[in-house]
Structures are given as structure tokens and as C-alpha cells.
């Protein structure tokens, strides 16, 4: 906890940083979002079944369409690239979600 706190703090007090350390990353020349980045692990993996049936879709686009420009060593046209202000958190507060539904079935059991 202590980490996400750090990074919430960072997030408001230095946003240049922030835009620069997105530019840095390179996966917006692939026109993905941070979002589609995350590890699929068991949380993970229930935030995607809960997904809109349309945002599975346009994220699973951007994964197939990022690796075949991979794989052609190519980026897309600037002007498609994935912009700082354009990155929407879309996977995330459904996998807080599940991980706090975990946290307090865990905290069920043990009680």
C-alpha cells in the first residue's frame, strides 16, 4: 500500500514527469494503453470477464495490432499514437474490484 501511496503523490505533484516518463515507455507508438500492459495473473484475468463485451474487443485489437507491428519492426503514424492525455485507466478499477472482493473473502475465511 504504502508504494501505490507513493505513487499517487508523485502522480499529482510532478505530471511532467509523469508525461515524460509515458513518452519514454515507447508502447504508445503501438497505439496501446497502459492498461493493456498488465500482467494477467487470476485478478486480472475475472477484470477482463467483468469487461464490456466492446472494450475486450478494442483492447484485444490493440494486442494483435501492436504485435504484427512488432513483428514488422514498424510503429504507427505519430498522429496514432496513443496520447498522455488519451490513456484512460479502462481495465483497472475492475481489477481493484476483484482484488478487494479477494481481500475481504480472505478476511471471511479467517474470521
Known amino acids: 500500500m504504502a508504494v501505490e501511496a507513493v505513487a499517487k503523490y508523485l502522480k499529482r505533484a510532478f505530471p511532467s514527469l509523469q508525461k515524460w516518463a509515458f513518452d519514454a515507455a515507447g508502447w504508445n507508438q503501438y497505439g496501446l494503453?497502459?492498461?493493456?500492459?498488465?500482467?494477467?495473473?487470476?485478478?486480472?484475468?475475472?477484470?477482463?470477464?467483468?469487461?464490456?463485451?466492446?472494450?475486450?474487443?478494442?483492447?484485444?485489437?490493440?494486442?494483435?495490432?501492436?504485435?504484427?507491428?512488432?513483428?514488422?519492426?514498424?510503429?504507427?503514424?505519430?498522429?496514432?499514437?496513443?496520447k498522455f492525455e488519451e490513456d484512460i485507466e479502462y481495465l483497472s478499477p475492475y481489477v481493484d474490484e476483484v482484488k478487494r472482493e479477494r481481500a475481504e473473502r480472505e478476511q471471511w475465511d479467517l474470521e
Open 33 to 82: 494503453h497502459k492498461d493493456d500492459l498488465l500482467y494477467e495473473d487470476e485478478d486480472v484475468t475475472e477484470a477482463l470477464r467483468r469487461l464490456p463485451p466492446h472494450l475486450v474487443e478494442e483492447r484485444n485489437f490493440r494486442l494483435i495490432r501492436a504485435s504484427q507491428l512488432d513483428c514488422q519492426k514498424k510503429l504507427l503514424p505519430k498522429e496514432q499514437w496513443t
